[in-house]
């Protein structure tokens, strides 16, 4: 049972958002928005003290053999998913050409998936090391909304008409698309699976509620 929570960061106003733990369980990098920009950070496991990696990057995303980061970056002037040597070495390089927001890679490291923001969210997959690109769905709920759990991709539709959000999967062995359950409550930012691919991690917002005040007498 979870207790004792401690603040782990501080950017003087500054969010820090996005973590995502190395395969090693050792490093933890995230991203710290600027409002304007953002830049990623390194925390080793146990440290005070994060480093930064990477300016004007975030989304960071780690390879399976956790040597290397992937990133959302404009710097080539559009949105394009980068990557970078995760202990700093050398300089980052392009992945995607046509548009990338968010990667994610295979378990085998040998594709990577990605999606693209545009009139509507895509999910698209490549060779990790490049080339031709596929695109495997449309219409998601958010560009962060997937994960990829062994041989399957799971991601969340965007609501329907009805307002339910549908949970689907794309198994890369037959290229299967299926649904596995939806949601008729608004869900917000954050998803993630689990590694056996059993459980399926969402945020979904419950109530909300809104207040007329009045005030008097401030003349």
Do not use: C
């Amino acid at each position: 049972k979870g207790q004792n929570a401690v603040q782990w960061t501080s950017f003087n106003g500054s969010e820090a958002t996005l973590p995502s733990w190395a395969p090693t369980g050792r490093s933890l990098a995230f991203s710290v928005d600027h409002g304007e920009t953002s830049d990623i950070y390194i925390m080793d496991a146990g440290a005070t003290k994060s480093r930064r990696l990477i300016s004007r990057g975030g989304n960071a995303a780690w390879s399976r053999d956790g040597k290397w980061l992937y990133f959302l970056s404009q710097r080539s002037g559009r949105r394009e998913i980068w990557k970078v040597d995760a202990g700093g070495a050398g300089t980052a390089v392009p992945v995607t050409r046509n548009g990338g927001v968010a990667a994610r890679e295979s378990l085998d490291g040998r594709f990577l998936y990605y999606t693209k923001a545009g009139a509507s969210i895509a999910l698209w997959r490549m060779p990790a090391e490049g080339g031709s690109e596929t695109r495997i769905a449309e219409g998601l709920h958010t560009p962060i909304s997937f994960d990829v759990a062994g041989d399957r991709v799971f991601f969340i539709q965007k609501a329907g008409p009805d307002g339910r959000s549908m949970f689907r999967v794309w198994n890369a062995r037959t290229g299967e698309l299926s649904s596995v359950g939806s949601a008729n409550k608004p869900l917000q930012w954050g998803f993630s699976a689990s590694p056996d691919g059993a459980s399926l991690l969402f945020v979904q917002l419950d109530q909300s509620a809104a207040d007329l005040m009045l005030l008097e007498d401030f003349r």
